[in-house]
């Protein structure tokens, strides 16, 4: 049977999990009280910090998912703040959507699966 290896493991979750090569993040969410553009540095500060931890980076990410509270308040500005953060040439599959986040304060949330370095 191949490893599993999880990081920062608690009672309900793992923050990532590893499993063959892939790195497969829980969802992550910013500080509440922030707007939308610090929520979505914050959550893409700590992908990288999660990745490195597990042996990835950024330029590694094969697919994410992104959940925003209001999708039409507030896309343009993730974008934004992900446009300057992707490596061009190394963009992942992605899906945007709206959803009702797990706190009404949660604006953003991101889920990352990245391959191995």
């Known amino acids: 049977m191949s490893q599993i290896t999880r990081i920062e493991t608690g009672k309900r979750m ?7 090569g892939i ?16 929520q979505t ?17 950024k330029t590694r990410i094969l697919r994410t998912q992104i ?23 190394h963009t992942p599959a992605r899906a945007t959507g709206e959803a009702k986040l797990a706190a009404p304060e949660y604006l953003v949330e991101i889920i990352v699966t990245a391959a191995q370095a």
């Open 67 to 89: 959940w925003l509270a209001e999708i039409g308040r507030d896309f343009a500005a993730m974008n934004a703040v992900w446009d300057a953060w992707v490596p061009q040439g």
């Open 14 to 20: 793992s923050n990532a999990v590893i499993h063959d």
């Open 41 to 57: 540095k914050e959550c893409l500060a700590e992908i990288d910090r999660l990745l490195a931890l597990a042996g990835s980076d």
């Open 23 to 38: 790195v497969h993040l829980a969802g992550v969410v910013g500080e509440p009280g922030s707007d939308i553009t610090g």
